[in-house]
């Protein structure tokens, strides 16, 4: 398994775009488990709405962790997705 936490910098929290491109990029990883975390609660890092339902305002630090195969590369792409918005 591999994770990393990120803080959110974006004023509008962790919001639709960015999880749509993160969802989209972590499709085709089928054997691959994607977990985002905060504050005690988790959620499927493949389901759009169940990220959002997190309600991740700014300033708030994330775990994202991901298990299966090619797992640290798609922890390189999502890491990648969220400083390429400046999320």
């Known amino acids: 398994m591999v994770s990393f936490e990120y803080t959110i910098k974006d004023s ?15 499709a085709p990883y089928k054997a691959t488990n994607v977990t985002v975390s905060h504050i005690g609660k988790s959620a499927d890092g ?4 169940a ?6 305002n700014q300033g708030e630090t994330i775990t994202v962790s991901v298990e ?18 400046n999320l």
């Open 51 to 56: 990220i959002l339902g997190l309600q991740i």
């Open 46 to 49: 493949k389901r759009m709405f």
């Open 68 to 85: 299966g195969e090619n797992e640290q590369e798609l922890a390189d792409t999502i890491h990648g997705i969220f400083l390429s918005e």
């Open 12 to 26: 509008m929290g962790l919001h639709a775009r960015p999880v749509g491109i993160m969802v989209k990029a972590a």
